[in-house]
């Protein structure tokens, strides 16, 4: 890999780490989706479903319209070899990663079960919540009753305490998830969950934060220190740049410059990784949620794409700028719009409440994105398309799919034309 990179070089060195310069499979399975998850690590969980869950999505950008049951299958499985945890954020990760991120629960139960915390003060509870998830196995909390779950209730989104008792357990590694019945969780003691072979070998906090930095570099393809430590959420900042120089020294990691990311003046401090790729040209498209590796680091977003994001769910509507919930859109190598769409599940329609381009699209973006929101149309089981007249992209989206229907709407609500 040379020194000194270009901006265009190191999008295009990221989109391949991602996955991006790959084409799509025909029909996507297990193995496809097991090499998808592995490439990034970590699928980050999201309760938003306009469209649809975001752990859904970032397979669907990388390798088209595949069959969502086969994931489900593969998180929800008896033993999958997928298991929930606080990686990025609420995340999956595979089974024998667990051990991984033992620090972070340890650092967790340090803030939060400590003399007079919430666990501390009801360890009762806590207690009778463990000893009832050992006797009768994985439960939802509505299968758990106790006396104060109806008149004692925590600080935590309004939990009652059985809820506030598991979520605690779960943030400290005592309790994990068994599956999900729609999108509710199924709490489980770890070890009725974590296969003992994984359960009994923690990682040291150091060789943890090294493994995690060397994937989140690998992941990544180029990036900064910020990076890096944004991708698994690590905040020890001197423990990442050991890692890092560490990794430097094992030739694992090699500092480079790209032009145009500098700090006060000078050139920032980035590494690429030695499997990285520089593919001569990346021919991608796809639409993103906001919770994509590619993207969820609004730092790096704009850095590599000069795009800057911010999701508008909790925005005001008369403030909203692009819609509720706009999605990016990748085309070739850059992201060239945004898109705020919408499975409107009765009427069988995909809305397209907003579209807006980016500098620099190229000449084929309309037609690019239309074949994608065909794609999306199809993968969720809906019939139509139609689109809005808010945003400076839709009047083209309408001119490049003729057979759509037309609607008016602004900040998320849809009003069908007659």
């Known amino acids: 890999m ?19 310069a790959r084409p799509r499979p025909d029909v996507a399975g297990s193995r496809h989706l097991r090499g998808a998850i592995e490439r990034m690590g970590v699928l980050q969980i999201d309760s938003v479903n306009v469209f649809a869950r975001s752990h859904y999505m970032p397979l ?15 998180l929800f499985a008896r033993r999958p070899p997928y298991v929930e945890s606080w990686a990025h954020v609420a995340s999956f990760i595979p089974v024998p990663d667990w051990g991984l991120f033992q620090f972070r629960r340890d650092d967790l139960r340090t803030r939060y079960a400590g003399e007079g915390s919430w666990y501390d003060v009801n360890r009762e509870i806590v207690d009778w919540v463990r000893s009832e998830l050992a006797t009768r196995g994985p439960l939802r909390p509505a299968q ?3 006396d104060a779950k109806e008149t004692r209730r925590g600080p935590w989104w309004d939990w009652d305490v059985v809820k506030n008792a598991l979520e ?7 309790v994990a998830i068994a599956g999900r019945r729609g999108f509710e969780r199924r ?7 974590i296969p003992a072979t994984v359960l009994e070998k923690p990682v040291p906090r150091a060789d943890a934060v090294r493994e995690l930095v060397a ?16 991708y698994y959420r690590v905040k020890d900042r001197p423990g990442i740049m050991t890692a890092i120089h560490e990794l430097e020294d094992a030739g694992i990691l090699q500092p480079v410059v790209v032009r145009g990311w500098e700090r006060a003046g000078r050139p920032a401090p980035v590494w690429v990784h030695t499997e990285a790729v520089l593919p001569r040209r990346v021919e991608a498209a796809a639409i993103l949620t906001p919770f994509d590796p590619l993207v969820w680091f609004r730092d790096r977003a704009e850095r590599l794409f000069d795009f800057e994001y911010r999701i508008e769910i909790y925005t005001p509507e008369p403030q909203r700028r692009y819609g509720y919930y706009s999605l990016p859109v990748l085309v070739g190598d850059d992201i060239v719009g945004r898109v705020d769409v919408k499975a409107d599940r009765q009427s069988s329609r995909l809305l397209v409440q907003s579209a807006w381009w980016e500098h620099g699209r190229p000449a084929d973006a309309a037609e690019r994105l239309a074949e994608q929101l065909r794609l999306a149309a199809v ?6 398309i139609s689109i809005s007249s808010w945003g400076d992209a839709t009047g083209d989206l309408a001119a490049a799919m003729p057979d759509a229907e ?5 900040a998320g609500l849809a009003v069908v034309q007659s």
């Open 2 to 20: 040379r020194s000194t990179l270009s901006i265009a070089e190191a999008r295009r060195i990221a989109l391949a780490a991602q996955g991006f």
């Open 60 to 74: 669907f950008a990388r390798l088209g319209a595949y069959d969502q049951a086969a994931l489900d299958r593969l």
């Open 144 to 146: 758990i009753e106790h």
């Open 168 to 174: 605690h357990m779960f943030l400290f590694g005592d």
């Open 187 to 193: 709490y489980a003691l770890a070890e009725q969950v």
């Open 215 to 230: 994937r989140a570099a690998r992941a990544y393809g180029v990036a900064t220190a910020s990076d890096i430590a944004d």
């Open 379 to 384: 993968w969720q089981g809906l019939e139509r």
């Open 406 to 410: 037309r609607h008016e709407a602004r």
